[in-house]
């Protein structure tokens, strides 16, 4: 099973709400990333879990809070987002993080978020 | 620092036909390269990747690439395009850690 699943695939909020994002993967992976995609651009890393511990947050505001509550889950919690942060938010996973950097990222289908 | 560039925003192609779509890449030390195929409203698909060995990569959907040091290059090849190539095409590189490179990306638009 190479499968990413994200949970909701479409997500509409305010700019007052409060919304999480949901990632799973059964393949074993210790490494889980957060990446921000706008339309017909390259996807942006946000965060990287290296075993279900916050290893790489690339300066992303505090509205974005990742959660790794287990080897096999990831979340993504928005509180007061603004509408720049419309996008297409992907999950991805892979092999061993400690240094391997050959292991390829599988990626989720993603959640498309709208802010109003 | 790290960086992979993709020249082309766009590569159109007829059915039947050869397609190439090109990466060069810039790292310090020995590159790990990536193709990644993206279609519309879906995630990312892992094509492909060179690690060392032999230059030809074969990968999935019948897509290889070229792997070539002196060139620093690493485009991605089809013998005979499918309509349903059609599709937007990253190539990255990793190299330092677990962080990934991406190209800005190429859409490739196969045509009947």
């Known amino acids: 099973d190479t499968e990413v699943t994200q949970t909701p695939k479409h997500l509409v909020m305010g700019m007052t709400n409060k919304k999480s994002l949901k990632c799973e993967q059964h393949?074993?992976?210790?490494?889980m990333y957060w990446y921000k995609q706008k339309a017909k651009k390259p996807p942006e890393l946000m965060f990287v879990?290296?075993?279900?511990?916050?290893?790489i947050n690339e300066s992303v505001p505090s509205r974005f809070s990742p959660e790794c509550p287990n080897s096999s889950l990831l979340n993504l919690h928005l509180h007061a987002l603004q509408p720049e942060d419309s996008a297409l938010y992907l999950c991805?996973?892979?092999?061993?993080?400690?240094?391997?950097?050959?292991?390829?990222?599988?990626f989720g289908p993603g959640t498309r978020l709208t802010v109003t | 620092a790290q960086s992979v560039a993709q020249p082309e925003d766009q590569v159109n192609v007829a059915e039947g036909n050869p397609l190439t779509v090109k990466c060069t890449y810039s790292?310090?030390?020995?590159?790990?390269l990536f193709w990644y195929v993206q279609y519309p409203n879906r995630g990312l698909q892992f094509l492909l990747k060179?690690?060392?060995?032999?230059?030809l990569v074969k990968g999935s959907y019948g897509f290889e690439a070229e792997f070539n040091k002196s060139q620093t290059s690493f485009h991605l090849k089809k013998p005979s395009a499918l309509v349903s190539d059609s599709a937007l095409y990253f190539c990255?590189?990793?190299?330092?850690?677990?962080?990934?490179?991406f190209g800005k990306g190429t859409t490739l638009s196969v045509s009947s």
């Open positions: 991805a996973s892979s092999q061993d993080p400690r240094g391997h950097t050959s292991y390829e990222q599988y």
């Open positions: 393949m074993g992976h210790r490494a």
């Open positions: 879990y290296s075993y279900e511990k916050l290893s």
């Open positions: 790292v310090s030390g020995n590159p790990y």
């Open positions: 060179y690690i060392t060995g032999d230059n």
């Open positions: 990255a590189v990793n190299q330092a850690g677990t962080a990934l490179i």
